[in-house]
């Protein structure tokens, strides 16, 4: 795909006319923007290197799993490094602002409100301060140039802070320690591993491959691969700590090849209790402070405060409905090569001449197919593609660009 490139000498009215253009075009492009932030969550994974083998007892995957399972750790502190290559076009900046709209920010809604924020993961590289003392406190750092957004859970207080705008968010968790557990920060490499082993099944390959040393750590490596063909997914490995059982590493790696498409995990990690003043949080004077319930009265709050929300990029045997999703959204085939399927009611995206500037910016970002199906777009990054047929359904996994036409094709 092309990247859509502008022009220096373009003039004041014509600018006008792109940036509409760009505007229009983010409603096409929301639903591979979206699938690909959902998508990165089974995957932050660390581009970090090992520092030797460490010489450890042997242990099976199931065994491995089961260490994983049993893993209790609710004290911690540490660094913990997150990058990310989706392969996403360069917009110009245009989808940092889809990103944030996706996930319910808006030009209207508080810069500290966690749910547009940490949408920010899901591209470029960031460096992160963590730190738990059981389910009721955690808290979560995004280091930037010199500034730094906070998110604190402490107790039945949910706060955001972003010391750039000096704005606040406040919200409050549930009572319920089931609701509380689903509030936790999605940025520790245990998060994505869990959700990563809801794919082991008939259609996955899992297998222990040796030890490494991450964060100072002793650790051993289990290994997740697809044993199905038409899969973008290469392999998942998880760098478990051998005391703790608990996964310091994270790394999703595409079958195109390549570099990984995220990268998550510790650099630096302890397992001592963090004091308590740690998840203390006062609004500083002067700070503009946003409720929750206020922002939610105006449409301004969506989704889980800490939540980036669950990839639908695998499927029990069968397939099955998805519970959150536009209406009718369901899931077909099976495993790693499931794909989401919905109808918008029947527009497509604009292409070629018959679509003005749009069809040709829209050209630029994905790829014309056809099939018994008809015809329609493709739009791919490195681990997601999405096809948007002209009579507007959608077809979008962790697979192949011919998986989804033949999809569609079997759909008619």
Known sequence: MAPYASDDSTTAGEADEQRSGRRTAARYIVPVTVIGVAAATIGLVPALADSGDPDLPKITAQQLIEKIAKSDVEQLSGTVKISTDLGLPNLGGLESGLLSGAAGGGEDGSSAD??????????????????????????????????????????????????????????????????GKDQQPPALPKDFAEEALKAVDDTTSVTVDGTAQVAGRDAYKL????????????????????????????TLTPASGGAAVVDAGFTKVSFAKPPASTFDFTPPKGAKVTEEKDAEASGEAHGKPFGLGEAPGHAPK??????????????????????????????????????????????????????????????????????????????????TKDALVKAADAAK
């Open 114 to 179: 966690p749910t547009a924020k940490l949408t920010e993961l899901a591209y470029g590289t960031h460096t992160l301060r963590v730190a738990a003392d059981g389910p009721d406190r955690q808290k979560l750092s995004l280091l930037e140039n010199a500034a730094e957004y906070s998110l604190i859970h402490n107790g039945k207080d949910v706060w955001g802070y972003d010391s750039k705008s000096n704005e606040v968010y406040h919200g409050t968790s549930s009572e319920s320690r089931e609701r």
């Open 318 to 399: 069968g397939g099955k409905d998805l519970d959150e999703g536009p209406d009718g959204m369901k899931t077909i085939g099976e495993g790693w090569n499931a794909i989401a399927t919905f109808d918008t009611g029947g527009e497509g995206v604009p292409s070629g001449k018959a679509g003005g500037d749009l069809g040709g910016f829209m050209d630029s970002l994905g790829e014309k197919v056809h099939g018994t199906f008809g015809s329609g777009t493709v739009f791919s990054t490195r681990l997601v593609n999405a096809l948007i047929t002209d009579d507007g359904k959608v077809y979008a996994g962790l697979v």
């Open 223 to 250: 290994v997740v691969e697809p044993k199905q063909s038409g899969s973008t997914v290469g392999a998942i490995t998880v760098a478990v700590d051998a005391e703790t059982g608990m996964p310091l590493k994270f």
